[in-house]
């Protein structure tokens, strides 16, 4: 290949890097397999540095593995108990699901049903919001818009108290309805279909159904939901964890019901605190999601791939 050519693709570095192999008798065939940037393997600096961040990452979840393994007299006389979690960690999950103070397997239940309708109805109307901001002209839309991204610079905590006297008011108090019905959808999520569709949905396809005679509704749900599809999925995963890991608003508003969050406080007892139950708690309410995770991830990046290589 001429070092014209590598000039004009690559720069003039890349020109100088080109004229140097030639002189040393190894011109550059950017056709052949060893000079493909996809193929090349990284340097082991790459590999060290990504290890590094792999065991940062896992660590909090293996300590907690390791204390959950272990007894409170265990955890008493050393910080570190054992270097491998052992078969204690059954034990103390059997204890959580026994326990007679909590009902786990309603928490969980509860913890389940919550998750899954807000997952479903924040990619539902968020995507439906979307929808409209990204290619419906209407008046008001840039300030509505404006509008719904600053909310979310506020934070949740100040609207702890005025919520909490509507849903008293409407007797949702201790009702897992109370923490559904404000979650249905959230700014960040039409913030985020929005910026997805406004590149990923082309006004043609939407101009085509509107001549075939669809309807507005029809038009979104056959052309705007599939073509949204990578960005509700990673949209509905990471509600998803998130309403499953959320403790603030439920223990606001629930009283004789529980979430899995809820429960871990119960775990520490009257007086004394048996941190391996505890962590144990802590391990049995991370485990759905890491399943999640490991079911779902590799689906949900190819779909992200997709939905960027189309877009």
Do not use: C
């Not at 201790?174 to 019905?181: R, Y």
């Not at 899995?260 to 941190?275: C, E, K, N, S």
């Amino acid at each position: 290949m001429s070092t014209a050519l590598i000039e004009n693709i690559s720069g003039k570095g890349a020109k100088k890097y080109a004229q140097k192999r030639a002189a040393q008798g190894r011109p550059i065939k950017l056709g052949t397999q060893s000079h493909n940037p996809a193929n090349r393997r990284p340097a082991w600096p790459t590999y060290v540095f990504l290890s590094i961040v792999v065991m940062v990452s896992v660590f909090p979840l293996y300590y907690t593995a390791l204390l959950g393994s272990s007894t409170r007299l265990e955890i008493a006389q050393s910080p570190i108990p054992r270097l491998v979690p052992g078969v204690q960690l059954l034990h103390n999950l059997g204890d959580i699901v026994s326990h007679h103070q909590i009902e786990f397997w309603m928490s969980f239940g509860n913890s389940l049903l919550v998750a899954v309708l807000v997952s479903a109805s924040t990619v539902f109307f968020s995507t439906l919001a979307g929808f409209s901001f990204a290619k419906l002209n209407f008046r008001g839309r840039t300030a509505l818009y404006v509008f719904i991204i600053a909310t979310m610079a506020i934070p949740m905590q100040l609207g702890t108290i005025p919520m909490f006297i509507m849903m008293n008011t409407f007797g949702w108090i201790d009702s897992l309805t109370a923490l559904v019905v404000p979650n249905l959808v959230v700014a960040f999520g039409v913030f985020w279909m929005t910026q997805y569709l406004s590149e990923a949905l082309p006004y043609e396809l939407i101009e085509a159904a509107r001549v075939d005679g669809a309807s507005m509704f029809r038009t979104f749900w056959s052309i705007a939901m599939p073509a949204a599809r990578p960005a509700a999925a990673t949209l509905a995963l990471f509600t998803f964890v998130g309403s499953w890991n959320n403790f603030f608003w439920p223990s606001v508003v629930l009283r004789s019901q529980m979430t899995l969050p809820l429960v871990i406080p119960q775990l520490r007892g009257a007086f004394t605190a048996d941190h391996a139950l505890v962590m144990s708690g802590v391990l049995l309410i991370a485990l759905p999601l890491l399943v999640v995770f490991v079911v779902v991830g590799k689906q949900l990046v190819s779909g992200v791939m997709a939905g960027a290589v189309k877009g």
